[in-house]
Structure formats: C-alpha cells, structure tokens
C-alpha cells in the first residue's frame, strides 16, 4: 500500500505535470526546428511569437465571455485558439514581409537573421506588453479537474490523492493531434514533401521547380499555428505573463537543440528530456520518500530537492551546454549548431 502511495505522489507532482510541459515543450520546439531547416536560422523570436498568439487567443475568449459564449466544461479559450492563430499568421506573414524577406534577398549570413530575430524580439515583447500588461493574465474557465484528489482516494482507499487538471488532460490531447497532423502534412501533402525537399537540399529543390518563397509562407503558418497552441496550453495550464514566455524561449531552445535542431522527431523527445529534468531536479523527493524507507527514524529531515523551482531554467542551460559541447548535432542528429 506504502509504495502504491509513492507512486501516486510521483505521478501527482512529477509525472503528469512533466508530459503536459513536455507537450508545451515539444510543440514551441517544433517551431524553432521548422525554421532553423527552412530559413536556415535561429528564431529567437519565436518565445514572443508565442506570447503575441497567446495574448489574441485571450483577448477573443474575453470577448467571447463577455458576450456569455462559453464551452461548457472546457476552457472557453479552445474557441477562441483558431483566431488566436489567424492573428499570429498574419503577424509572422507581416514580420517576414517587412523584415526578413529583405536579408534574404540579400543573401545575408545566419548570424545576422539571428540578430535581426531578436530585435523582433524586442518589438513584440514591448507590443504583448503595451496591449495587455505586464501581469499575470488568468484566462482557463470551464471544470478545473478531471479528477481531484480527494475523489482519487474515496474510489481507491488510497492515503494519496492523485489530481488530474482539466488542462493537463486538454494538453496532451491537443498536442498529439497537432503533432499527428504536421507529420501527416509533411509527410503526405506535396506541399509538405516540397517544404521536405527545400530543407535538405535548398538548391537541388530550386532546381526542381520549386518556389523558396511558398516554401517559407507555408513554414512561418505552421510555426504561428504551433507558437499558438504551445502558448496557449502553456498559458492554461499556468499562467500568462509575457516575461514568462520570454523566458521559456530558453528552455524551448534548449529541448530544440538537445533533439536535435531541424529533427521534428528530435524536437519532441527534447521537449519532454528538458521537461523531465526540471522537474525531477526541483521536486522536493521527502514526500515520495517517506513512503518508501520501512522505518520512521530512516526518513529525511529535509526536502531532498536539488534546487529550487526557481532555478528550473538552469536546468535547461546546463543540459543545453553538455549537449553543445558533447554532441552539437543532437541526439536525432539534426544539422550542427
């Protein structure tokens, strides 16, 4: 019963919290990964494109509330996510218009798209910031829980609760439709085999009548489509606050590259690595302990946690510089960093 118990209190506050970041994860990295192989850079942009489609998504369920539509038990912000997402393609569409379309033409070096990235960075974060504030922005309505914890141990006798948020469930579904449907476009579609071709061969695919310019229209829809839902689970599950989505672009970077950058597949075991380990290493491990060790005088006198949950980000940056310096490729060996 004791280690029933343990494994109840490890998928409680480690295993179901660390999937549902995971899929956040491996969808922001998608992004990233999508056009590091078709633009051939880093979009460092790409934590406030987030944040910009999130920030829509929330000002039309607002709306929404206000006019009393909602979506029954699920958070009314599942309506409002497709707006949500024309609004971020048509940001990402203007940005590339406007800025991006330039330096190519100029055939300028990664290393400059990089820096012109993060002056976009800058525009958008300041624009998320003067629209809606610099707050926390809580936005999840409808039924809080699948389950709670206290229903959890009337229906197992259990002495631990297991609490399954509705978002955790929303999440994980969502992601793995999301996720299912780009592999199958970019598997199936000519559109998505052309998208293919121009990532691994840039000059063979012009060669083939190819067009470079539909190629990266269509890359920066699905990377505005997948910055949404990724900002958007996270913002549910969490909370929004725009310095917060300029944070994560580490660990969404860190989960790209430790994949393996330009690996789709790579992109989601990285989002769920990075995941895992920020998590386990600031759990604090008492709770799960207690429950295994057969004597009362064996159990800990501290929390056991590694690090606070205020260095979860470090976790990222470490993981991210023994892969840099380790295997640069990633583990799906994607294209050198």
């Not at 002056?119 to 998320?128: I, T």
């Not at 197992?156 to 449907?181: N, R, Y």
């Amino acid at each position: 019963m004791e280690f029933l118990n343990a494994i109840v209190a490890l998928s409680n506050y480690v295993l179901i919290p660390a999937i549902a970041y995971g899929s956040q994860l491996s969808l922001g990295a998608l992004g990233v990964t999508l056009i590091y192989g078709i633009l051939r850079f880093s979009n460092f942009a790409h934590g406030d494109t987030m944040a910009f489609g999130t920030m829509v998504t929330i000002l039309v369920t607002w709306w929404f509330q206000s006019m009393g539509i909602s979506f029954g038990p699920l958070p009314t912000a599942l309506l409002a996510l497709p707006l949500g997402i024309v609004g971020c393609m048509a940001l990402l569409l203007f940005t590339d218009r406007v800025v991006y379309r330039f330096y190519r033409a100029q055939k300028a070096k990664p290393v400059i798209l990089v820096i012109v990235s993060m002056g976009v960075m800058f525009v958008l974060n300041g624009l998320v910031r003067f629209i809606i504030g610099t707050d926390d922005q809580r936005f999840a309505d409808g039924e809080r829980f699948i389950i709670t914890a206290g229903d959890f141990k009337t229906m197992t006798g259990l002495d631990e609760g297991m609490a399954i948020k509705t978002t955790q469930g929303i999440t994980v579904v969502v992601a793995v439709i999301a996720v299912a449907l780009l592999f199958w476009f970019l598997n199936r579609t000519r559109t998505g085999k052309s998208m293919r071709a121009y990532s691994d061969n840039e000059d063979l695919a012009l060669l083939s009548g190819i067009n470079p310019e539909r190629v990266v229209m269509y890359a920066w829809l699905i990377v505005a489509a997948l910055a949404t839902i990724a900002g958007v689970l996270y913002g549910l599950d969490k909370t929004f606050r725009p310095f917060v989505y300029f944070q994560l672009l580490l660990p969404v970077f860190a989960a790209a590259i430790v994949g393996g950058l330009g690996s789709p597949l790579g992109a989601i075991a990285g989002g769920f690595i990075i995941a895992f380990s920020e998590v386990m290493v600031t759990y604090a491990w008492k709770k799960v302990i207690v429950y295994l060790v057969p004597f009362e005088s064996l159990e800990p006198s501290g929390l056991v946690q590694l690090l606070s949950t205020e260095y979860k980000f470090a976790v990222s940056f470490v993981i991210l510089l023994i892969v840099l310096l380790f295997r640069p490729t990633g583990l799906f060996r994607g294209k050198s960093v």
